[in-house]
């Protein structure tokens, strides 16, 4: 599963109740059908019970938006990997913009939160992106890189199956303005080439790389569709059963078409 050729993921943010999860699962679920995607919801804490019983034998992966470095001890608020394995959850979204913009996440936090993800073996999705300030001084290439390096820092081997990077300008997110998809593919190249330089030439070839901002049924085809992008994160289309549904079907129809 984790080989599927696209990964389409969610990110709920501060979104739904666990009665409004249970609706969109209902709703969601008969898009499942004949998928060949990698899925992914990254649903807030107090929907993962809920959600990952309800998606129990289907292609959805239930995932946490945020997690702490420890297993335990005096973090007021935080919750670490070790309690949400406990409740089946393999992915995590790491070093997201909003987490780095409200709430001070640095390169060195998400760092650690990424050995301990690796540590463990799960699955994470890293985010990275430029500011407007930094796309509008040159500086957008230079800013993203040293994301991915600083994120990864110190880990020797990508399991290329487990650890993605979702490239989303902070420009883009929750602003309706969609990235330009042939630059969007030109950052996803510079990543790619950045993995290989580090871990090596198949390494690169095999990475996943997302993109996401403002990503809907009607304008993934063109992400989809660019050589060096993987999938989509997709954030307030991701909260309409049939808006995330489409966004699946766009998908699995590019993967059938290149089976003609
Ligand atoms: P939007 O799709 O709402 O722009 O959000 C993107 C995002 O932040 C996903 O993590």
């Known amino acids: ?46 929907n993962i019970e809920s959600c990952v019983k309800l998606s129990a034998k289907t292609d959805i992966c239930v995932g946490a938006q945020n997690f702490h470095w420890e297993d335990s001890g005096a973090f007021t608020g935080e919750i670490s990997i070790k309690m949400l394995s406990g409740l089946g ?34 699955s994470i999705v890293l985010c990275v992106g430029e500011t407007h300030q930094q796309r509008e001084s040159g500086a957008a290439i230079e800013s993203v890189i040293s994301q991915v390096k600083e994120g990864l820092s110190g880990i020797n081997n990508i399991n290329t199956s487990k650890i993605y990077i979702a490239y989303e300008p902070v420009w883009a997110i929750g ?3 969609v990235a330009n998809p042939q630059e969007v593919n030109q950052m996803c190249g510079c990543i790619r080439t950045c993995i290989s330089d580090g871990w090596g030439a198949g390494t690169g070839e095999k990475f996943k790389i997302l993109y996401g901002g403002s990503v809907d049924r009607k304008t993934c085809r063109e992400f989809l569709l660019m050589s060096d992008i993987n999938g989509v994160l997709v954030g307030g289309a991701s909260l309409d059963p049939d808006e995330f549904g489409g966004i699946i079907g766009v998908a699995n129809d590019i993967l059938n078409e290149g089976n003609d």
Request: aromatic share 10%.
């Open 1 to 46: 599963m984790d080989q599927r050729d696209f990964v389409i993921a969610g990110n709920w943010k501060m979104h739904k109740t666990v009665e409004e999860s249970k609706v969109f699962m209902h709703d969601f679920k008969p898009y499942l059908k004949n998928n060949r995607c990698k899925i992914i919801l990254f649903v807030p804490y107090t």
């Open 89 to 122: 959850v393999k992915n995590y979204l790491v070093g997201h913009s909003e987490r780095r913009r409200c709430f001070g996440e640095t390169d060195d936090v998400i760092n650690r939160k990424i050995k301990k993800a690796v540590s463990e073996d799960v």
């Open 175 to 177: 602003t309706g303005r």
